[in-house]
């Protein structure tokens, strides 16, 4: 296994009386799909907030690349190349989609907007992603389908040559075919050497195209395991349980 | 190349637009064919309407609630308002005639110093809304109250400041000459066509789908032949008595007006800023998490709605000749956010255009001076008003419906 592009150490969080994250581990490796799952409430949310930098740990180590870092800001993260995709999209309906894509980081020549360049570079990401569903890339997001609007917001993340994105349970509104789309495309993206980190309670997308596991457990971090090194019920036992014969915690630092 | 559909005809245009009105996204239309619907009622009931005179009037009528309704549209865009903007415009036009009448300043410092007043008001306002997070309703409705007693002690109770200076009254009463407003309007149509035309040759440049020039033209065309038309209009002489004071050209406060939308456009639309405003109106949240300072454009967009309120300002006090409690009172902000309303912003946020102010200004002050030549009162005037209003966010509210948000 290559070297972790992003390491979490013992990282502590929360929120007045109640206590979140209890000293959580966690390592994302370039081109692997690493699968973040646990119930609800186990603290995946804070988890994915405190390495995009909207929640600030009260402890723990935040390595990138090797080197320990701050992340006090989104902007930090940002600055590291880590993009989020939530799970409410962060999209503005009434822009459209090149608009939407370098929101926050405009192209610009002088003062005004290079909306041609922007035009040029969000079509040759689409493009690249083998997007094709979209009729305009002019056209609002308001009138995108549900799918469309998951791809554009990958696509945003793709667009900033990001090394870890992170996707907030991207499948969980769609239907058959379009969870196959997006799934296509959160394959295509560690195969072109991003670390991706996928948020979902669907344990059936999680064998499709993850390449480890990491099981979140009332806001600690039961094991973070190779996904060919487990079954389906172990994974749930890490779910419901915390724990699984024949999985120790140990494996995650592996 | 593998996203867009083969280049589109005239009649694939015609049909894109026709869905994107019928999924709700209807932008100005309801304010051009109220405006057409008004002015062929008023002219079919009342013979003074359609007159030289009455037009220009209609012009200099609207100017005020007009620059209102422009700044507001950058508050409106954020999904907030700012109920004391009115006021805004009654405390800097205060401020100016004060300065000029009392003190005898030059109108030059006189106006940047109640500008200046329109911005601190504005910044005091927005630091409020965004960084202590009072809502804009509760904020604006206090400060209505509040820029109405400032008023109030600056013009005295019950008195009113006469002001003489020639450039300031001249704003809203005197015209250009009718050469002038020729060669503006040559002018003005010739930088348009060129913008339009740069706009389409840059992008053919760098091989992306542009507009249709059959569209563009047609567009184009059209808008200049009104303009044309309405130019020749106010060139005709409109004096009662053409011995005593000759009375054609083009309002002084016309070029202004264009001024104004012409830079807020470039804003809104050039800029990042612009963009960022329509991001946060949008989706506040999305915004935030893709690094915009949300705070900062929240506390500018209030910074510029008062500031343009300023402009206002001058243009009441230009008009009336004086400052007196009840400037940029009455229905002034009611019929600034009723124009911008009925021109296509939405309450909602997110969406609008500087245009919008114009054109729903236009109809605000058709219905205003098409009821009073017809003898109707006021009572009758401001129920009207208020229906249209509530029609146009009705029409605002069941369009988002349409639009399957």
């Known amino acids: ?254 | 190349m593998s996203i867009d559909t083969p280049t589109p005809t005239l009649k694939t245009a015609m049909g894109d637009y026709w869905s994107r009105v019928k999924s709700g996204d209807i932008g100005s239309l309801p304010a051009v064919l109220g405006l057409v619907v008004l002015c062929g009622v008023f002219t079919a009931m009342s013979s003074s309407f359609l007159t030289p005179g009455n037009f220009a009037n209609l012009l200099t009528q609207a100017a005020g609630v007009i620059v209102v309704a422009m700044g507001l549209i950058f508050v409106l865009l954020l999904g907030d308002i700012d109920l004391s903007a009115g006021y805004s415009a009654g405390v800097s036009g205060a401020v100016l005639v004060i300065l000029v009448s009392n003190h005898h300043w030059n109108w030059i410092p006189a106006l940047a110093l109640s500008i200046l007043a329109g911005m601190v008001m504005g910044s005091f306002i927005g630091w409020l809304v965004s960084y202590l997070g009072v809502p804009s309703f509760v904020v604006t409705l206090a400060m209505f109250l509040a820029f109405q007693g400032i008023l109030l002690l600056l013009a005295g109770e019950g008195g009113t400041i006469p002001i003489n200076d020639k450039t300031v009254v001249a704003i809203e009463n005197s015209n250009m000459t009718p050469i002038l407003s020729w060669t503006f309007f040559f002018g003005a149509g010739a930088l348009y066509i060129l913008s339009g035309l740069r706009k389409m040759a840059l992008r053919r440049k760098a091989g992306l789908k542009t507009e249709l020039a059959q569209l563009w033209a047609l567009k184009t065309a059209g808008l200049l032949i009104i303009c044309a038309g309405a130019v020749y209009a106010l060139n005709l002489e409109r004096s009662n008595n053409v011995q005593l004071v000759s009375l054609k050209g083009i309002p002084d406060v016309v070029p202004l007006i264009l001024a104004i939308l012409v830079v807020g456009t470039f804003f809104l639309s050039r800029t990042s800023f612009g963009r960022h405003l329509y991001a946060v109106g949008g989706n506040a949240e999305a915004a935030r998490r893709s690094g915009i300072d949300v705070k900062r454009v929240r506390l500018m967009a209030f910074v510029i709605c008062s500031t343009l309120a300023a402009v206002a300002g001058l243009i009441f006090v230009s008009r009336a000749n004086s400052v007196s409690p009840s400037t940029g009172g009455n229905a002034t902000l009611l019929y600034a956010v009723g124009a911008a309303v009925i021109g296509g912003t939405s309450l909602f946020g997110g969406k609008g255009k500087m245009r919008d102010a114009i054109l729903g200004g236009l109809v605000v002050a058709v219905i205003d001076n098409g009821m009073g030549l017809l003898g109707y009162s006021a009572g009758i005037k401001y129920i009207v008003t208020g229906l249209v209003l509530l029609i146009s966010a009705g029409v605002d509210a069941l369009s988002r419906k349409g639009g399957g948000n």
Request: with cysteine; glycine share 8%; net charge negative.
């Open chain 1, 1 to 254: 296994m290559s070297e972790a592009i992003l390491s979490l150490r013992n990282i502590n969080k929360s929120f007045g009386a109640v206590h979140v994250l209890r000293g959580v581990d966690l390592d994302i490796y370039p081109g692997q799909v690493t699968a973040l799952v646990g119930d609800n409430g186990a603290g995946k949310s804070t988890l994915i907030k405190c390495i995009a930098g909207i929640y600030t740990p009260e402890s723990g180590e935040y390595h990138f690349e090797g080197k320990p870092v701050s992340v006090n800001g989104p902007r930090d993260a940002t600055a590291l190349g880590i993009e989020v995709v939530y799970q409410d999209l962060a999209l503005c309906d009434n822009l459209d989609i090149v608009h939407n894509m370098f929101l926050g980081r405009e192209k610009k020549k002088g003062v005004t907007l290079d909306e041609s360049n922007m035009e040029l570079l969000a079509r040759q990401t689409l493009d690249g992603l083998s997007v094709r569903t979209v009729k305009s890339i002019r056209q609002t997001v308001s009138s995108l389908s549900g799918g469309q609007r998951q791809t554009v917001a990958i696509a945003r993340a793709v667009l900033w040559n990001n090394k870890v994105v992170i996707l907030d349970e991207p499948t969980a509104a769609l239907g058959v075919s379009q969870t196959e789309q997006v799934l296509h495309l959160v394959r295509r993206l560690a195969d072109a050497g991003i670390a991706v980190v996928l948020i979902s309670h669907n344990l059936t997308d999680v064998f499709e195209v993850a390449d480890n596991v990491a099981a979140l457990y009332l806001g600690t971090m039961a094991a973070q395991v190779k996904l060919s090194e487990v079954s389906t019920n172990q994974v749930i036992e890490l779910i419901t349980t915390g724990k699984s014969a024949g999985v120790t915690k140990t494996e995650a630092n592996k």
